[in-house]
């Protein structure tokens, strides 16, 4: 899943890099074969409005390659591998999981703290088509302190 997910985003070339020099195994044509196929699937998802489908389909065919890839292994080349899926997969999650706002919004990894004093309006965003009216009276300072 964690390779159909980085297709298109900042972790792509990276993730895509590693599962096909993992697939190819010290062979330049397998590696060069494994990224042409990596970039047609991401061609497909980048391309397409509807992509559930074509996500599941990719998601089952890379996951039968690595699956494929690991049972042929030795147990100590098997377990290199697995700490390199393990890294594509804290990739794809840091780019997945990162936060993302639409075109005048707000996002934050974080915790976010807005607050408003004094009879003001605050927010992260805030559209307001004919104006804020806002009735007093207003707590002081002080009394907001105590």
Do not use: N
């Not at 020099?21 to 998802?45: H, I, K, V, Y």
């Not at 080349?77 to 390199?84: D, E, F, G, L, P």
């Not at 005048?104 to 009216?133: L, N, P, T």
Request: aromatic share 2%; hydrophobic share 45%; no cysteine.
């Amino acid at each position: 899943m964690a390779v159909v997910q980085a297709a298109g985003t900042d972790a792509w070339l990276s993730v895509r890099q590693v599962v096909a020099r993992l697939l190819g195994r010290g062979d330049r044509q397998r590696e060069a074969a494994e990224l042409s196929r990596l970039d047609q699937m991401e061609a497909t998802l980048t391309a397409e409005e509807d992509v559930a489908d074509q996500r599941e389909r990719w998601e089952a065919v890379w996951q039968t390659r690595l699956e494929v890839m690991l049972e042929a292994l030795d147990a100590q080349a098997r377990a290199v591998a697995v700490t390199q899926l393990a890294e594509v997969v804290a990739t794809a999650q840091s780019v997945r999981g990162g936060v993302q706002a639409s075109p005048g919004g707000v996002a934050a990894g974080g915790d976010v703290r807005i607050a408003a004093e004094g009879g003001s309006v605050a927010g992260a965003v805030v559209q307001v088509e004919g104006g804020v009216h806002l009735a007093g009276p207003f707590p002081s300072e002080e009394r907001l302190q105590d």
